[in-house]
């Protein structure tokens, strides 16, 4: 990662529209007009059903926890001063097989759960001695 900023690349075409929609505080993912399927990743086809019709989405942003790792040491030098930080994957409401990797905040370590209710918060994503930052969709509990 050297030399490399650590925040998302926001005009790289495939999840270009992912970042717009997160700086309007929306979380959309890719839905395929054929079969109506979620489709994470982005992809020019639909993995289910071969359709090249696809669409960005607005999606509710209620989750579930499926995952997680408590990051102690951060292995690159932008994240060192947001260690230790939780990082997860949650799987939408809307379609369980779409996990998103994303970091868990407002709660806990220790109060985690699988299947825990989570839901989508918009926050800055930013880095010490890196300049910028971007919107970015973080989860947290639901309740």
Not at 44 to 62: I, K, L, N, T, Y
Not at 63 to 90: H, N, Q
Not at 129 to 139: D, H, K, N, Q
């Amino acid at each position: 990662m050297s030399g490399a900023s650590p925040l998302p690349d926001v005009d790289w075409e495939p999840v270009r529209e992912f970042w717009a929609a997160a700086a309007r505080e929306t979380l959309v993912i890719p839905r395929c007009s054929g079969c109506e399927r979620y489709v994470w990743y982005p992809k020019p086809a639909c993995p289910h059903c071969a359709s090249q019709d696809m669409g960005w989405q607005e999606v509710s942003g209620r989750a579930a926890l499926f995952s997680w790792a408590v990051v102690e040491r951060a292995l690159f030098a932008p994240f060192e001063d947001k260690a230790p930080y939780v990082t997860g994957l949650v799987a939408l409401e809307e379609d369980p097989a779409v996990r998103l990797v994303t970091n868990i905040v407002d709660c806990s370590a220790q109060a985690l759960r699988m299947d825990m209710p989570v839901c989508v918060v918009f926050r800055p994503l930013e880095f010490s001695g890196v300049e910028g930052s971007v919107t970015a969709p973080f989860f947290a509990p639901r309740g």
